[in-house]
T-cell receptor
Framework: AQTVTQSQPEMSVQEAETVTLSCTYDTSENNYYLFWYKQPPSRQMILVIRQEAYKQQNATENRFSVNFQKAAKSFSLKISDSQLGDTAMYFCAFMKHSNNDMRFGAGTRLTVKP | GAGVSQSPSNKVTEKGKDVELRCDPISGHTALYWYRQSLGQGLEFLIYFQGNSAPDKSGLPSDRFSAERTGGSVSTLTIQRTQQEDSAVYLC????????????FGPGTRLTVL
């Protein structure tokens, strides 16, 4: 079974600073997808960024980027120029290419301080 | 509406009662997922529907849980003989297909079993 580990239950960052959230996963699969989702207090889950395992280039979406280390099974999220609206729970997720079972980590609660 | 909707938004029930939770996916989306999020936890996969294929029920925690998807659209998650440990937020997500495609989440139903 695939497991996703987020080792940082809570983190905080000053507005405009950069923060990195950690995620590691365990799998014997070679083809899979990785995701970061954001869940603000409204409870609405929002996709932040995604990565296909076969792509070596790290995904980037505006202020959000990932550091995907396939050999180390690591998929960290970097948020640059943090904004107050980035305050939320962030979930790392893994999905095998062969089926649709999405596994989520326990989440990291990020607080951006003014 | 343009997004995934779920009803009710909140449900309080007594232990032993049956409950039905509804999910209306985005029109045209063939994939539909149900997840459970316990307080302070990540998302637990429950069940997945893809088109007319047999659903993937591998995440259902017990035979008290069941789900249907009628006409490839609306889905109902039923919990029979509810227990206090069933208290959680139940999230539904839909997508255009499996794997890489983004899952769009509904706002969830908060279930409280007294």
């Amino acid at each position: 079974a695939q497991t996703v580990t987020q080792s940082q239950p809570e983190m905080s960052v000053q507005e405009a600073e950069t923060v990195t959230l950690s995620c590691t996963y365990d799998t014997s699969e070679n083809n899979y997808y990785l995701f970061w989702y954001k869940q603000p207090p409204s409870r609405q889950m929002i996709l932040v960024i995604r990565q296909e395992a076969y792509k070596q280039q790290n995904a980037t979406e505006n202020r959000f980027s990932v550091n995907f280390q396939k050999a180390a099974k690591s998929f960290s999220l970097k948020i640059s120029d943090s904004q107050l609206g980035d305050t939320a729970m962030y979930f790392c997720a893994f999905m095998k290419h062969s089926n649709n079972d999405m596994r989520f980590g326990a989440g990291t609660r990020l607080t951006v301080k003014p | 509406g343009a997004g995934v909707s779920q009803s009710p938004s909140n449900k309080v029930t007594e232990k032993g009662k049956d409950v039905e939770l509804r999910c209306d996916p985005i029109s045209g989306h063939t994939a539909l997922y149900w997840y459970r999020q316990s307080l302070g936890q990540g998302l637990e996969f429950l069940i997945y529907f893809q088109g007319n294929s047999a659903p993937d029920k591998s995440g259902l925690p017990s035979d008290r849980f069941s789900a249907e998807r009628t006409g490839g659209s609306v889905s109902t998650l039923t919990i029979q003989r509810t227990q206090q440990e069933d208290s959680a937020v139940y999230l539904c997500a839909s997508g255009a297909g499996a794997g890489y495609n983004e899952q769009f989440f509904g706002p969830g139903t908060r279930l409280t079993v007294l």
